[in-house]
């Protein structure tokens, strides 16, 4: 597997791992039995995202392109950060493989779940900045 | 950075006496074994050699050798070759779900052309089922090929049994011994083996060369067509100095094969007892001592295979995993979900595969990285965090 330096900087020193205890909104897609599971944390201030964290089960791919994309959308508004495609974390890391190419997508995605999921405590009324977030869906482990 | 290779399963490197056997066929002999003259005798002279020393090591007859391009290609010629050569006699083909993708594949695309194929189940530490396999053979049974031992996990297959049953049902019996040689003492007549696959770069010979054993009177069809090398059976110039590195290789690798397991394996439990002792929740995928001696295969719960060996690659250490994300395809190996093993433990395999040149100190230092590879991993995964929260919330 050829990876870019790009993709092994952000595999050996990934950004903005961890979690965010309360936090505005949770994105978990993948499933084990795949081979990759990418959660993702955000923290939103004011409609912008202040903080963003990760935690990924998966192939240096997945784990590189988790890091990036959390990098990328880290102090953008809510809106830009929807802007973010797997096309462009991608690219933001020098291209992957095209076997690999899965593994954006589920970025994009995780992303898009933790909004969703922001955005879903907004329209219950639920002020996410004190609210405990919601887990969501338990991750089943064999 | 001192490198560690642990792949031998994947492939091997020559080493300086193969190398020193080869080295004069390439400029000095370099005469077409099937010219008559001098050049050409002494090419065929040496290729003859080697031809004796392939005998030798299986104990069978040097005109019941042939000498191929690859592993792929003895297992294609045995299988689909003996498939059409009885197929007066039947169309149903027995092996393995465990086999190398040369053989499942061949066995696949025989599926298409009209043949039924049983790939026999196996249990949980990748040995084939023999009662399965005696209820398997019918009348219109063609052919058994199983494995000697397979490559990902290393299970060695009761091969002489195959033998026995095969031969009491009238049966061929091929067995692509591929990850064998060299680890697993062979005597073609007293096991009855018809056929045996064998690849020359999995024993310090070169790329590109294999071999395949067929009894006498043994006749699957042709697969290469063209000129009359090995008696007519496999057409295209031979390989001489790849046939003299395989030759001289398995003079080699079979000269004292009780000393080589016992030296290897060793560095192999010291392996297996410290990741399993040093690293939690793993678990050691094959048989316990059914067992290629260079064979190591674990699996690491919460992490992924590929960030395993990206992760080693990086500490300079090479090693193999049967995850998805290695192979380009969605699903894990399928040896390991043969053997029951759910998917994502499957992904988390990593195969450490030895030769007799590594030594402990090379699998402490092995052992060393992968804690701290692992113990990276895990910290990054959500897996892993659920199942401690998991764990907590029981205690409490």
């Given at each position: 597997m050829n990876y870019t330096e790009q993709v092994m900087d952000h595999f050996m020193n990934p950004r903005n791992v961890g979690e965010i205890e309360n936090a505005s909104g949770v994105g978990t897609v993948g499933n084990a039995k795949c081979g990759d599971i990418m959660k993702i944390y955000i923290k939103v201030k004011d409609n912008i995202i202040e903080d963003v964290k990760f935690k990924t089960f998966g192939c240096g791919a997945a784990i590189a392109t988790s890091s990036k994309a959390t990098e990328m959308v880290k102090g953008m508004t809510i809106d830009e950060a929807l802007t973010v495609t797997n096309k462009m974390v991608a690219e933001a890391l020098g291209g992957l493989p095209p076997v690999k190419i899965h593994c954006s997508v589920l970025a994009e995605e995780a992303l898009r779940a933790a909004i969703q999921d922001y955005k879903d405590k907004l329209a219950r009324g639920e002020n996410p900045d004190e609210v405990p977030s919601v887990e969501p869906e338990e991750i089943q482990y064999v | 950075m001192e490198r560690i290779y642990m792949d031998n399963a994947a492939t091997t490197r020559v080493t300086e006496p193969v190398m020193a056997a080869m080295q004069p066929y390439f400029c000095e002999v370099f005469g077409n074994p099937m010219s008559i003259h001098g050049f050409g005798r002494e090419a065929r002279k040496a290729v003859e050699n080697a031809r004796r020393q392939v005998a030798d090591a299986l104990k069978?007859?040097?005109?019941e050798i042939y000498f191929t391009g690859c592993g792929t290609e003895s297992d294609n010629w045995a299988v689909r070759g003996t498939a059409y050569a009885q197929i007066r006699k039947g169309k149903h083909l027995i092996t393995s779900a465990i086999e190398h993708h040369a053989i499942i594949h061949t066995c696949a695309q025989l599926e298409k052309e009209g043949f039924e194929v049983t790939y026999l189940p196996v249990d949980e530490f990748g040995v084939v089922d023999l009662v399965a396999l005696e209820k398997a053979i019918r009348p219109d049974t063609t052919l058994i090929s199983i494995m000697s031992?397979?490559?990902?996990?290393?299970t060695i297959q009761p091969i002489e049994e195959i033998g026995r049953i095969a031969k009491a049902h009238n049966v061929l019996f091929h067995t692509d011994a591929v990850q064998a040689i060299g680890s697993v003492e062979f005597d073609v007549k007293k096991m009855n083996i018809d056929m045996l696959s064998m690849s020359g770069h999995k024993f310090h010979a070169p790329k590109g060369v294999g071999a395949l054993y067929i009894r006498k009177g043994v006749r699957p069809q042709r697969l290469i067509h063209g000129g009359e090398q090995e008696r007519g059976q496999r057409a295209g110039t031979e390989n001489v100095a790849s046939i003299i590195g395989l030759g001289k290789a398995i003079e080699i690798a079979t000269a004292n094969i009780p000393r080589h397991n016992a030296e290897v394996s060793a560095v192999r439990d010291r392996l297996i007892d410290r990741i399993l002792r040093e690293i939690p929740y793993t678990r050691l995928n094959g048989h316990r001592t059914q067992r290629l001696p260079g064979n190591c295969n674990i699996s690491f719960e919460f992490i992924e295979g590929e960030s395993m060996l990206l992760g080693l690659d990086l500490k300079g250490i090479a090693a193999s995993t049967g995850s998805a994300c290695a192979s380009g395809s969605l699903d894990p190996s399928h040896v390991l979900l043969a053997m029951g093993l759910p998917h994502e433990i499957a992904h988390g395999s990593l195969r450490l595969s030895l030769c007799e040149e590594n030594t402990l100190e090379q699998a402490d230092k092995v052992v060393d990285a992968l804690i701290e590879v692992v113990n990276r991993l895990r910290s990054l995964s959500p897996l892993y965090d659920d199942f401690i929260a998991a764990q907590k919330a029981n205690k409490a």
């Open positions: - | 069978a007859d040097p005109s031992a397979n490559n990902e996990v290393g």
